[in-house]
């Protein structure tokens, strides 16, 4: 079975700055997909960022991109010129089966919170 | 908006008894998927429906049952509640084909005294 591990519970960040919250996963599947989720205090679930395993390049969605590195099995989020509104719970997750999407689960980690200092 | 609709957003009961919670996925999607999360902590994957077939199980306990309809609206019921079943419970849909993610609904607060 599929695991995303998290290795950071907590991490904070000064407005304006930039972190990087870290995920690996363990699987021995080549086609899939990873997603980074964000629960505000709201505690909705929303998507973050989508990355294809296929696809070389790194995913970036605005202030949010990845570094994916498939062969190490790492995918973490960078988050530059952090807001006051980027601060909640971060979870990483795994999908197996692009070619199947739709068909499976997600497979989460534990999630990271993050903070943001003013 | 997601587009997936759970109902109650919370509900407060005593233990032993039971509970449904109810889901309606994005309009034409036809896999809906249920998931706990305990106060702090990740989301567990319960179950799985995919055009009213059960697809994929995960760690759902005995106690906790699920179907799909045919309008494709989902139910999870909960029975014989105990003091940690309270959480909040995400209902999930997705299209097929896809592109990977799931539309999560605002989830129902399950509190048991």
């Known amino acids: 079975a599929q695991t995303v591990t998290q290795s950071q519970p907590e991490m904070s960040v000064q407005e304006a700055e930039t972190v990087t919250l870290s995920c690996t996963y363990d699987?021995?599947?080549?086609?899939?997909?990873l997603f980074w989720y964000k629960q505000p205090p709201s505690r909705q679930m929303i998507l973050v960022i989508r990355?294809?395993?296929?696809?070389?390049q790194n995913a970036t969605e605005n202030r949010f991109s990845v570094n994916f590195q498939k062969a190490a099995k790492s995918f973490s989020l960078k988050i530059s010129d952090s807001q006051l509104g980027d601060a909640a719970m971060y979870f990483c997750?795994?999908?197996?089966?692009?070619?199947?999407?739709?068909?499976?689960?997600?497979?989460f980690g534990k999630g990271t919170r993050l903070s943001v200092i003013a | 908006d997601s587009g997936v609709t759970q109902t109650p957003k919370h509900l407060i009961t005593a233990t032993g008894q039971r509970v449904t919670l109810r889901c309606s996925p994005r309009?034409?999607?036809?896999?809906v998927y249920w998931y706990q999360q305990s106060l702090d902590q990740g989301l567990q994957f319960l179950i799985q429906?995919?055009?009213?077939?059960?697809?994929a199980k995960g760690n759902i306990l005995e106690r906790f049952s699920a179907q799909q309809f045919p309008d494709l609206h989902s139910e999870l019921n909960l029975s014989s509640l105990e003091l940690g079943d309270s959480a909040l419970y995400f209902c999930?849909?997705?299209?097929?084909?896809?592109?990977?993610?799931?539309?999560f609904g605002e989830g129902s607060r399950l509190t048991v005294l």
């Open positions: 997750a795994y999908r197996s089966g692009a070619r199947l999407a739709g068909n499976t689960p997600l497979v």
């Open positions: 429906y995919y055009n009213g077939e059960e697809r």
């Open positions: 309009s034409g999607d036809l896999s």
């Open positions: 990355q294809e395993a296929y696809k070389q």
């Open positions: 999930a849909s997705s299209a097929y084909p896809s592109t990977g993610e799931l539309f």
């Open positions: 699987t021995s599947e080549s086609d899939y997909y």
